[in-house]
């Protein structure tokens, strides 16, 4: 009798172990599916394509790496690159430490919790209209005749109307700050809600400085939220192709516009294989990123 | 609640006007957009304004000539709350998992990374083609929904890596100690330290999925969601009816946004049904100001 | 609501008076879109899944296609470039579509494509289509062929599914496309900020608009208003316009380099709502527009004008395809949607955004004779011109830019066109926008 009860005490609890050992499995299984059929699949059809054989109009299944040795024989795809790395690393610059600001406003200065999801919210409202009409609405603010340029004439900073404002890189990078700081704050608010207040009222009677706190306290725990934030951003500058043909007046490159205009007139296995490589160079950034700071491995 | 704010101290006025600043920033094009939707039928895109009337917000209710954008914004509206709903569950189970950790977790996770990275187009693209091979008709709710999730999980996720990124477990396992069932601390320890981030994540679904462009634009089949509809409106007219269909989305999201958190409210009010959720927040950020006194 | 109800009403009235199309039984289904109850009601109706651009899919269009022919038609409207990834990855999502003219070579030769051509004897109208369509390739005998892709050249289809080749004009009982709209497009600017007539495509290079120059962002397109500028002003001869060598191409990139250098161009536009925005917010005093744009801009009592120039009109053309795999009733359906975009209605609606119809006399009966003689004859117009919404868009006496029909259409210099070397030119494109 008594060993029939350990045998079944000791079965439940090996159901129960079997569970617990197999629960993250189950726990991941959702996510895995979904990507699996929609983005692993997808980009295996595509990395099919890109080696189809394209004659100047059509697309035809085959096997041939001329797509491949056309980007990387172009001397504009290196400039694309570089152009996409630059208004990268500005936007990111100035997402992170406008980010930073309005995550620690958020966390730190503001009180109640439901204060702090409605200023949350109030970031997030503009981003339910339209973003091409949203962009295209900077045409009146930043323009020769618009907004900005008639305040700068009537206080009499400039004589001229400044060019620059519109059609440039420099209104591509307000946009991408306008649109993606966001993307920054989202996962700093999260983290920095997650650091513990004792920790930083027992700084304070250590008598540390505030700047010491946030040198030593807040940043280093903030830091998988500034990862993250980054890859974000990255990934948002990197594939955008509207704001920069929209804002620069289509007269700037980056290979997410080189992919779109091959892709919007036909050219399948050009954009497909310029997708490939982009997305490489991606993936290639970020595991450099997680050499850094991995952060798996800060849970 | 006291004060909205804490005690005032200069870096704090600071901070407070880089976030009313880029608050100001924020919604300086959404005003513009919302103040030429009021012209009169002769209307154009830019200042100055030309008349003052209610015709292309009647226009976008009961079109007569122009785009019908009212099914787009319905399929769009309906999409974005989908994907927001899959957004958060899937997003919480994959935290989980990565919080006990599994094999291939590296793998899966820079699967979630390609995803948010893939060019726009390539996920468009590829999840088109694989429906045209399998001779079968992509629409929004299913092409476009995986499209769409290939897009808001990864943040998603992320968002939750950050989370439990610096959660402390001492709390789990006291909670263990003092006999908690594992749903029970999932439901009352776990639940209601990351709501926060759930909200955010809910937030990002839905707002990820409703302005989605180039990710439907090859998945949509044979029913457009707004955002198509509203580029195709671009590229074939020029009329502050979009601004009006701007305008109107908006208003309306947010007023489904002040409804639930009303709804929240009640509830909390009436049943404490989320006090441990948003209670112990709250009661933890005042411990806080407390402290700082 | 109360409008879903109105709809279900004017369905049930139209059914009854539409019997006999109804019997139609089954064939359309409700097809998963959200529709609620009207699909219901119309569930004996043939669905016809139309994609096409905004110049034909708005409400109208629709409203009055449904009433006269008793079907449902779903409308998506997408841009050029949209259409034809739709054509191109997804032939399942359609029944009829609207490419333009240079796109058929890309179309028509792949076999992702899933299309049928489509039968010449089963459209009614064929004998009043335009001269242009047919083997003379002109509608009046002193009009120009102009250069590159005429539609002519793609439109016969040798009657098989799939064709890289074309029958020549005229030359087989099959088309490719159907054409539905046609026009003349040119160079707008500004006459308050220009204080003369611009006569010349060579005025686009004119170092004194420095910095005010807008063009299409558009390759192929781009470069030919290039072409007709260079050109003008002297600097290349081309062999042909609408079909470059590489060489040419290096040549005018060099050209283009150089202005873009020296801040020549303001910005290239991709939609229409753009080049509006250009010319309302005074970006550009001069730049590569549509007609309707230009109309739009004209209507915000801004100074605009679609200049008529001595070197003529780059031409274009757009028209319906058919999905291949339509047959029986819903086949019938489409020619029937084909015979009525030639019957007058949607040429009249075509017409009053400035476009023409291929069918001129059937366009007439569907306009008034003021309207006709201003849009279509270009002669002033007594009355004057009201905008689709009501507001003026020409006062009496006000004559169309570029005159008549003739004077634009028989005056086409170069066609929209799909290069030989055309994989060669997006790829110099791109290197122009990084540069």
Known sequence: MSIQTQNQESETSKISEIFKKYSAYFQASPLVIVLFIFAVVPVAIILMYSVFIFDGFVTRPGFTFTSYIDFFSEWSSLLNLWHTARIFIITWVITLVLGFIISYFLVFDLISFRVKVFFFLLTVVPFWTSGVVRMTSWIPFLGSKGILNSFLINIGIVDEPVQFFLFSEFAVIVSYIHMFTLFMVAPLFNVMARINPNLIEAAKDQGASGFQILRFIIIPMSKPGIIIGTIFIVALVATDFTAIRILSGAQSGSLANSVSVAFFNGFYPIAAAQSVILLALLLLFVGGLMRVVDIRKQM | ?293 | MSEITKKVNSKVSRRSVLKGTAAAAGAAVGTGAISGFPTLWAQEKVVLRSVGSGVSHIEPWQKQAEKDLGIKIEMTALGFDGIQNKILTQPKSFDIAEPAGNQMRRIWGSPAAKLQPIEIKRLKHWDECIGMYKSSMKTWSDAKIGDGQHPAKVLYNPGKKKANKFAKAGGSDYLTFMPTVHNADTLGYRRDLVGYEIETWAEMLNPKWKGKVCLQAFPDICMMDLAMAIEARGDIKYGNKGNMTKEEIDKTFVILNDLKKQGHFRAFWTTFMESVNFMTNGEAVIQSMWSPAVTLVQTQGIDVVYADLKEGYRGWTIGNVLAGHLKGKKLDAAYELLNWQWAGFPGALFGRQGYYAPTPERTKKFMSADEYAYWIDGKPTKDGITSPFGGPLAKPGDVRDGGSYKNRMGNIAVWNSEYDEFAYLVKKWSAFQAA
């Open chain 2, 1 to 293: 609640m006291i004060s909205f704010w804490q005690n005032s101290t200069t870096p704090m006025k600071i901070r407070g006007a880089i976030f009313l600043l880029f608050v100001i920033f924020l919604y300086g094009p959404l005003i513009t957009i919302g103040f030429l939707a009021f012209q009169g039928p002769e209307g154009g895109l830019t200042f100055p304004m030309k008349g003052f009337s209610l015709y292309w917000f009647k226009q976008v209710i009961l079109p007569d000539y122009l785009f019908d954008f009212r099914l787009p914004w319905l399929r769009s509206f309906i999409l974005g709350i989908i994907v927001m709903i899959i957004t958060i569950i899937i997003s919480f189970m994959a935290g989980l998992a990565y919080r006990r950790g599994f094999k291939g977790s590296n793998l899966v996770f820079y699967g979630v990374i390609g995803s948010l990275i893939a060019p726009p187009f390539l996920i468009s693209l590829g999840i088109g083609l694989g429906f045209a091979n399998l001779e079968l008709l992509s629409s929004w709710y299913s092409g476009g929904l995986g499209a769409h999730l290939t897009w808001s999980l990864p943040f998603g996720v992320l968002i939750m890596l950050a989370i439990f990124a610096r959660f402390d477990p001492s709390i789990e396992e006291a909670a263990t100690d003092l006999g908690a069932t594992s749903w029970q601390r999932l439901r009352f320890v776990i639940f209601p330290i990351v709501l926060p981030g759930l909200i955010a994540i809910g937030l990002f679904g839905f707002t990820l999925s409703y302005d989605e462009f180039a990710r439907t634009s090859l998945v949509a089949g044979d029913a457009n969601t707004l955002p198509v509809d509203m580029v195709s409106a671009t590229a074939n007219a020029a009329r502050p009816d979009l601004y009006a269909v701007g305008t109107l989305t908006t208003i309306f999201s947010l007023l489904i946004i002040v409804l639930a958190f009303g709804v929240v409210y009640i509830l909390e009010r009436k049943r404490g049904i989320f006090s441990a959720a948003t209670g112990s927040s709250t009661d933890e950020n005042e411990n806080y100001t407390k402290s700082m006194h």
